[in-house]
């Protein structure tokens, strides 16, 4: 059974810097396409970052490019979200996610197969 589980989510002021974690179980994690989806009230879940296998490959929101890194250690099934420069309207609950492809890379919430229970980020002005 795989199970996604987010952490490090919390209260940050606007500007400031944040890193969610995802701890994976499943013996093919390191196959999986994983990414970062958020959904703030009243709003559809959007695709934030996703990164392949590998690591070599990864794919952002417009939104977040050049503010938010994503990152995977497969020896630990770990995926990290760090979040610079954070601004009032990145608050969301953010949801870790995997894909069992290996490619490609999609934005499409309903292409992955995992979710995890979501931690709440929220971001102060």
């Known amino acids: 059974q795989v199970q996604l589980v987010e952490s490090g989510g919390g209260l940050v002021q606007a500007g400031g810097s944040l890193r969610v974690s995802c701890a994976a179980s499943?013996?093919?994690?390191?196959?999986?396409?994983m990414a970062w989806f958020r959904q703030a009230p009243g709003k559809e879940r959007e695709f934030v970052a996703a990164?392949?296998?590998?690591?070599?490959?990864?794919r952002y929101a417009d939104s977040v490019k050049g503010r938010f890194t994503i990152s995977r250690d497969n020896a630990k099934n770990m995926v990290y979200l760090q979040m610079n420069s954070l601004k009032p309207e990145d608050t969301a609950v953010y949801y870790c996610?995997?894909?069992?492809?290996?490619?490609?890379?999609?934005?499409?919430?309903?292409?992955?197969?995992?979710w995890g229970q979501g931690t709440q980020v929220t971001v102060s002005s």
């Open positions: 996610a995997a894909d069992r492809e290996q490619y490609p890379i999609l934005q499409d919430p309903g292409e992955y197969d995992y």
């Open positions: 499943g013996r093919t994690f390191s196959l999986w396409i």
């Open positions: 990164i392949n296998w590998s690591g070599a490959n990864t």
